[in-house]
């Protein structure tokens, strides 16, 4: 489910201070990449018009090396930050590790140890169910939208009944794809050497069993389903509104900084670079993703341990990376989870593995640094051409009206 409630804010034609240009700009169905849900990434896809109406082969180049250059970055991202968020989890749900790897150092070790006794493959386990699930969030958007009417879509001249709408859409989607979604999280954190590893299919099996014992566990200590549906709606719809508020503020504000220094004077009506249409997307999904992830990562600890409960997951030994670990737990649901972690680990409890998240997100914020640098060099590249483009038609102009003005003297 991709970040779409403000997704035409900050690209409204109606929006005063945005010239032709801008307007042309058109968001693209989002690539859906995200690994929760929430926070999706959206290259837009800019239609730069011309006097012929016909775009020049300069602007084509632009436009299919800007989509390329964050096509890359985002399936760059995603596939570099798997592993982070396989030692997250593995380090939240285990409960009775000393280490909490608050920072990214302490994790170095435990890495090391993991990749050199498990294979170098190792930490990127289940990142399979995780697209699986993705599909499954797809798939039922698109049929419940269709079934019960609600927007898939909202903009800022929506009305509140339209947001009610989209929100409930969103909640019933991540209901639904709860049992999936508990699925693919013990397929990352269990360890391969304690266990099989599982099928490609493996989720949605396990994800139509849990359907099937819906109101029955089929362990004494598993919760049921139910239970944890409506906790799992209230965390991923955090996220995914406020991974949206975020997107939106820094889309926009870029967009005005960009609007204004256009309308400095002697720029006239100068056509966007290919670094002012996509970056500023690349840039608002980094800071929705990173702010929803800290805000609600007290609530994931939570829910994590709350999945993982009775379904005899033994994971990674995080404390050093050697051996394997049973996670055995009686919570009796999410207060009395909560309590627990407070009362026996204090408030770092419900921030174990944060250093997993910050090791992410700094893999995140090098791969924009270098999709900045491309864009900077790309944008520069294309302004040079068309500038030897003009130099050479300026050349052969001048050139025939000398020839013009022979003919007539002739």
């Known amino acids: 489910m991709g970040t779409r409630v403000m997704s035409e804010f900050s690209h409204d034609s109606s929006s005063p201070g945005l010239n032709e240009n801008e ?29 012929n109406g016909i775009q020049s082969h300069t602007d084509q180049v632009q436009k299919l090396a800007g989509l390329s250059i964050g096509f890359c970055s985002i399936f760059a991202e995603q596939l570099l930050s798997h592993p982070c968020i396989v030692l997250r989890r593995q380090c939240q749900v285990h409960h009775g590790g000393s280490w909490h790897h608050l920072t990214p150092i302490s994790l170095v070790q435990i ?9 170098g493959l190792v930490l990127w386990k289940g990142l399979g169910g995780v697209y699986i699930v993705k599909g499954i969030g797809i798939v039922s958007e698109s049929l419940l939208s269709e079934v019960t009417t609600f927007p898939r879509e909202v903009s800022r001249r929506s009305t509140l009944k339209k947001y009610g709408g989209h ?11 709860t049992p999936f979604y508990t699925a693919s999280l013990i397929e990352t954190v269990q360890s391969d050497i304690a266990s099989e590893r599982p099928g490609v299919f493996d989720v949605l099996f396990e994800g139509v069993a849990r359907i099937g014992s819906w109101g029955v566990p089929r362990t004494s200590r598993q919760l049921p389903i139910w239970q944890l549906a409506l906790p799992t709606v209230v965390l991923r719809l955090s996220h995914y509104v406020v991974s949206s508020i975020a997107q939106f503020t820094v ?48 609530l994931e600890t939570v829910l994590h341990r709350l999945y993982v409960q009775g379904t005899r997951t ?16 009686g919570y009796e649901g999410f207060v009395d989870c909560f309590r627990g972690i407070l009362a026996e680990e204090g408030i770092p409890g419900f921030y174990r593995g944060f250093g997993a998240l910050a090791l992410q997100y700094g893999i995140h914020a090098i791969i924009l640094r270098m999709a900045m640098f491309l864009f900077d060099k790309l944008s520069k590249e294309v302004r040079r051409r068309q ?17 013009a003005e022979r003919g007539d003297a002739l």
């Open 111 to 119: 890495v090391i140890n993991i990749q050199r006794t498990q294979g």
């Open 387 to 403: 500038e030897l483009q003009r130099q050479s038609k300026g050349s052969s102009s001048y050139r025939d009206l000398k020839l």
């Open 314 to 329: 033994i994971i990674d030994n995080t404390d050093s990376g050697l051996g394997v670990v049973p996670i055995i737990t």
């Open 23 to 51: 307007n042309a700009v058109r968001i693209r169905r989002d690539l859906n990449l995200g690994f929760d849900g929430e926070s999706t990434p959206r290259i837009p896809v800019q239609t730069p018009p011309s006097s």
């Open 251 to 298: 889309t926009s504000t870029m967009q005005l900084e960009q609007q204004e220094m256009r309308d400095q004077p002697g720029q006239g009506n100068k056509e966007p670079s290919s670094y002012e249409v996509y970056f500023p997307e690349l840039l608002a999904s980094f800071t929705g993703g990173i702010m929803a992830d800290i805000i609600t990562f007290p």
């Open 167 to 177: 929100l409930l859409l969103k909640s019933l989607v991540f209901a639904l794809s």
